[in-house]
């Protein structure tokens, strides 16, 4: 059995750990949902990702650049 990718995870800034185990296994989407919980603006930013020279995927989500009005 092969070993997932290693990934980290930043927003605004800040880098989270991958809270996938060998007991669960979260998509991106997931992972994006349970940030929303403590982040709500996370929820409509977009998704970019990147692999760093040691083979980690990193994921940036990127806040959407809104409009008030």
Do not use: C, H, W
């Not at 927003?11 to 996938?20: F, I, K, V």
């Not at 995927?57 to 809104?66: C, I, L, R």
């Amino acid at each position: 059995m092969t070993e997932p990718a290693k990934r980290i995870f930043k927003y605004n800034g800040q880098t989270y750990a991958d809270p996938n185990t060998a007991e669960a296994t979260y998509t991106v989407e997931e992972i994006k949902q349970q940030l929303a919980s403590v982040f709500p603006e996370i929820a409509q930013a977009t998704v970019e990702t990147k692999t760093l020279d040691d083979g980690t995927q990193e994921v940036t989500f990127v806040k959407k650049a809104g409009t008030k009005g």
